[in-house]
């Protein structure tokens, strides 16, 4: 359709991590599938020459290094997903900066290379949560992916601006924004940028809302996680809607991104918004 990349994230978590019922003191509960997850993610990028965004778990790298590390050294962008994914409106800015710190850690004794862009656990940067923004800015981070301007039972901030765009907060301190993408039907911002969305609604909704945005000159922001290409997961009790988004239509995760990848042009967070990483 035209030259513009689109970016290609994924939020690097295991497969129990994303359950907010499931507390940290309790993940040793649960069997780790993150290895083979990823590499098998890192199989499917190399063989579409993909580079991407993982925004990964400063636990996950505090336990696996060398995952971290063979991302990176496929010439993948590592960006922060926070500590413990704990939702940011559960955390005090305190507690917040404490998380930010680690996960930073973390990554630079791994990759030698501090992460310049963030992406809150399940889009918690919301109305009441906005407080983050300092937070990071304030912890050199160059953009942040975090407000998802949609409706959701869990997220969203649905009248905030839809794409790339700079924060300026009353504290002076200024931060890119860069959402996931959602396209416009009937004054609605439908989200179409990946997630459960798009293994729930036909491949054609996201085809045509990534050609929408494209057409408006818009970059678009794509997201997933590793568990999302993992059929044999556990199936575990769950409450209705996070089992429904969870395990709902894992084994057409490939197929689409197959096709995703073949109709549109991908690369990092990073390259794609001009930052240096």
């Known amino acids: 359709m035209n030259n513009i990349k689109s970016a290609f994230s994924v939020d690097f978590e295991d497969w129990y991590q994303g359950f907010e019922v499931i507390p940290v003191d309790k993940w040793e509960d649960y069997p780790p599938r993150i290895e083979r997850n990823c590499r098998k993610i890192l199989e499917i990028l190399s063989n ?111 009248k905030a601006e839809r794409f790339y765009h700079q924060i300026e907060t009353e504290r002076g301190n200024k931060i890119a924004e860069i959402p996931v993408t959602t396209s416009k039907f009937l004054n609605l911002n439908v989200p179409v940028g990946g997630g459960a969305y798009f293994r729930i609604w036909p491949y054609g909704v996201t085809r045509w809302g990534f050609r929408q945005v494209l057409r408006d000159g818009q970059p678009g922001v794509f997201y997933m996680h590793p568990w999302e290409i993992d059929t044999d997961q556990p199936r575990i009790k769950l409450p209705l809607r996070l089992s429904f988004t969870h395990y709902t239509n894992l084994h057409s995760t490939e197929r689409k991104l197959d096709r995703l990848f073949n109709d549109f042009s991908f690369s990092t967070m990073a390259e794609v918004f001009g930052f240096e990483y």
């Open 48 to 158: 579409h020459n993909i580079r991407a965004t993982f925004f990964v778990l400063g636990y996950l790298a505090e336990i696996f290094p060398r995952l971290i590390e063979a991302i990176h050294n496929e010439g993948h962008e590592i960006g922060s997903h926070g500590y413990s994914h704990t939702q940011i409106f559960r955390l005090t800015p305190e507690k917040f900066g404490d998380e930010i710190k680690r996960t930073n850690d973390a990554i630079v004794k791994i990759t030698g290379k501090r992460p310049i862009g963030f992406r809150a656990p399940i889009f918690s940067i919301i109305e009441e949560s906005l407080w983050a923004i300092d937070v990071l800015a304030e912890n050199g981070f160059l953009y942040d992916s975090s407000i998802y301007p949609t409706i959701n039972y869990r997220y969203g901030i649905v």
